[in-house]
């Protein structure tokens, strides 16, 4: 073509447009013939497909419905993609560990794991509990792929037909990936998890293999997780050597434990094993004479009326046993923990009290709350309204939006940038991005102290605070960053608590400010020992120490503000009438989250109401149901009188008149010695002095020769729990 275009060119040098155009217009002309002759065909083609009538109908139809399951299996996957990411974590690695707890004075209070030498193979576990847990759980277990579909429908039914929940729909798969990887909240979101997980899980594991770790892994009462452990606590004896009537008994402890647990309630648990004994007919398992036995003759339980375990704490307390011990070798373990038993049983009393007298009224369904000393001991943790309905642990790992508790924070950068209590500020008209904060109380009142603004909890005055140059949100974030809360980040409404926060450091975070600026680290762990008695971890020796992270004198300001919050302000229902107090209350948009986090010298305390299906309440705030089952639970740990000054804060008047009491009674007989004692707390130098005992005691004693390895090992034993004293 180029030489038919620039033919003879050393005779004419020029171009011949005329060619050219010649050229593309024949070209043009024969691509557009082929084009037209290709459309033919193809329509000629797919005219044979052409429907009319219902057949067009159907066609587009299925086309919507196949384009719609596409777009809703992405939605669904994607809602799957955070709940695989929890897959990638040791969820096997509890079975490792088998960890007696002791409280912080040394007695027995719960274990957590699977025992070494009770584990029980799924083939040594008697055929009358596993018939028993499949005809009451998942009849048709060994038949479906993790969802029970025709289940699923019958209760759905069922339910419908009784106007309430009679039924559960979820398969023993589900339950599983329920236990390991989720948490209650009840939504569609948790749902597709649910299901996307028992998917993983069928694909992963045998069907045996899922039996056996729901066997184990379940919560069944008591602190107990799994049959065998339930064997030993209600029948003091292993699951082995079960009969009908008690594994009925332990097949209808796995849907609700707290309600047919024998030692809450016998006859409910009693009533609970005859369904059973009836499912296990009705599912062809057994004949109705071969339950008739263990209907006339029921289980006998050992009384277990006065147990008590602190299951939230211990859970917590287990996570941390795992992170200090991990790859160090050691499984079989004694840890000495924090929790005092008294301030467990009065802090799950006042979260309890709250919400049977005001739950129900404030459509309020669950609450948290932490207690800890100034250095991060924490001396109770509850993690929900009952253990045995739901085992997530609030406290710890909800992650609920803080509301204006999280101003102090904010308020503390402001004093370290240059602002006093004092400092005039405005409560005014504020907007970012085209955002604008409202006051909950609606209006402005214009110029004020900045004390004052904290005491009324401005929105409009924290906003300022955050975006203010010498402040900056950028700063707000480095100084929680240093107490080690993770989450906030620097949005136009940060400086009102809008991303979720653990209470348990959240809690931790206020510690700073009742401690005069040192940030800690909340712990459980005292000590850990193993088998043999040897001390291999303490937290004074081996944990972390804490660190001065905020200016002293700044702190005392802040605190001098958060008290008139208690005294004056949102947190009046806090007020105690023996000590001074600190603190702030809080309250999420729409009235999700309500919070009241306070500090007396001696305590911190973070109290959290809300539902888990993140629904509204009927609008629970800061200062009223937070804030009295704070009041309620300082007043009963508040034993002596004799407590610390907050940094910052007078001493309350009732303290004054304790201390010139005891002053008075000291002058006049100076044998009474430390009339504030306040607990039987063992000092450093008994520790050490009766330490030093059990050595001499260890080097003077002899075993005689036919003593047997048992008989030193139970010395032994016995030397290392004096030593945990």
């Known amino acids: 073509m180029r030489d038919w275009i620039f033919k003879h060119t050393r005779k004419a040098r020029g171009f011949s447009f005329l060619a050219f155009d010649s050229w593309l217009d024949s070209s043009l002309f024969g691509i557009w013939e ?18 009319t009538g219902w057949k067009k109908l159907a066609a587009e139809a299925s086309s919507e419905g196949a384009t719609l399951g596409t777009g809703a299996l992405l939605v669904m996957l994607a809602f799957a993609i955070p709940a695989f990411e929890e897959t990638n974590a040791a969820w096997r690695s509890a079975g490792n560990f088998s960890v007696t707890f002791l409280d912080r004075f040394g007695n027995e209070i719960g274990k957590r794991g699977i025992l070494h030498s009770d584990a029980v193979p799924l083939e040594e576990i008697p055929d009358s509990v596993i018939k028993a847990t499949l005809a009451t759980e998942d009849r048709r277990f060994f038949d479906h792929f993790g969802i029970d579909v025709l289940g699923t429908f019958r209760a759905m039914v069922a339910n419908v037909q009784a106007n309430t929940v009679v039924q559960g729909g979820s398969s023993i798969t589900q339950q599983l990936a329920k236990n390991l990887f989720l948490s209650p909240e009840r939504s569609l979101r948790r749902k597709i998890k649910e299901a996307f997980l028992a998917f993983w899980l069928e694909a992963r594991l045998t069907k045996k293999e899922i039996l056996k770790l729901y066997l184990d892994r379940a919560y069944m009462g008591g602190g107990a997780f799994g049959v065998e452990a339930a064997s030993q606590f209600y029948f003091n004896k292993s699951v ?20 047919y647990a024998p030692h809450i309630n016998l006859p409910a648990s009693r009533a609970r094993a005859n369904e059973v004994l009836t499912n296990m007919v009705e599912a062809g398992f057994l004949t109705e004479g071969q339950v008739h036995g263990a209907r006339l003759n029921p289980a006998q339980v050992v009384d277990r009326s006065d147990f008590y375990s602190p299951d939230w704490f211990l859970d917590w307390a287990f996570e941390e046993v795992q992170r200090v011990m991990k790859d160090k070798g050691q499984f079989v373990l004694t840890v000495r923990t924090t929790v005092d038993i008294s301030l467990q049983k009065a802090a799950e009393r006042a979260v309890v009290n709250t919400l049977q007298q005001h739950g129900r009224a404030k459509r309020a369904s669950q609450a948290a709350m932490v207690a800890m000393e100034m250095d991060g ?21 909800a992650r609920r939006q803080p509301g204006s508790s999280f101003k102090p924070y904010v308020y503390y950068t402001a004093l370290e940038s240059g602002y006093t209590p004092e400092s005039r500020v405005v409560d005014g008209f504020v907007s970012c991005n085209g955002w604008s904060p409202k006051n909950y109380s609606g209006g402005f009142r ?22 203010d140059r010498r402040v900056t949100r950028k700063k707000i974030l480095e100084n929680t960053r240093k107490l080690g809360i993770r989450g906030p980040r620097a949005s136009c409404s940060m400086a009102l608590g809008d991303v979720g926060i653990p209470p348990l450091a959240h809690t931790a975070g206020y510690a700073a400010f009742a401690n005069g600026g040192l940030a800690v680290r909340p712990y459980a762990i005292e000590e850990i020992h193993n088998s043999r008695g040897e001390l291999l971890y303490t937290h004074e020796k081996n944990g972390p ?22 005294t004056s302000g949102t947190g009046r229902r806090a007020q105690l009438d023996f000590t001074a107090a600190a603190g ?35 609008r629970v705030t800061g200062g009223n149901l937070p804030a009295m089952t704070w009041k309620e639970f300082m007043v ?17 008047p009732a303290q004054v008149a304790e201390m010139e009491r005891i002053a008075a009674l000291k002058r006049a007989n100076p044998t009474l010695g430390n009339l504030g004692y306040s607990g039987p707390k063992m000092p450093a130098q008994t ?39």
């Open 34 to 51: 082929s084009f037209k002759n290709g459309w033919s065909s193809y329509s000629s083609f797919f005219a044979r497909f052409h429907v």
């Open 240 to 259: 082995r050597q079960v009969n009908l009537a008690e594994a009925a008994l332990l097949g209808g402890l796995f849907k609700a434990p707290t309600n």
């Open 377 to 397: 001991a924490v001396r109770a943790l509850v993690g929900g309204k009952d253990y045995g309905q739901s085992q997530f642990n609030r406290a710890a790992h």
């Open 446 to 467: 214009g110029a004020m102290p900045l004390k004052h603004a904290l005491m009324r909890s401005l929105n409009t005055v924290a906003v300022k605070l955050s975006l």
């Open 545 to 566: 120490k804490p660190k001065r992270v905020f200016a002293r004198e700044k702190v005392e300001q802040l605190n001098s503000m958060l008290a008139l919050v208690v």
């Open 584 to 618: 702030k209350t809080g309250t999420s948009s729409g009235f999700k989250d309500a919070w009241f986090m306070g500090y007396t010298g001696q305590y911190v305390a973070g109290v959290w109401f809300g539902n888990d299906n993140f629904t509204p309440t009927n």
């Open 636 to 652: 009963f740990a508040h034993a002596s009188r004799n407590i610390p000054q907050i940094p910052g804060v007078p001493i309350h």
């Open 687 to 725: 520790r050490k002095v009766l330490k030093s005992l059990q050595e001499m005691l260890g080097q003077a004693a002899t075993e005689p020769e036919e003593s047997t390895p048992k008989d030193r090992r139970a010395t032994r034993q016995e030397a290392g729990r004096t030593d945990r004293l």
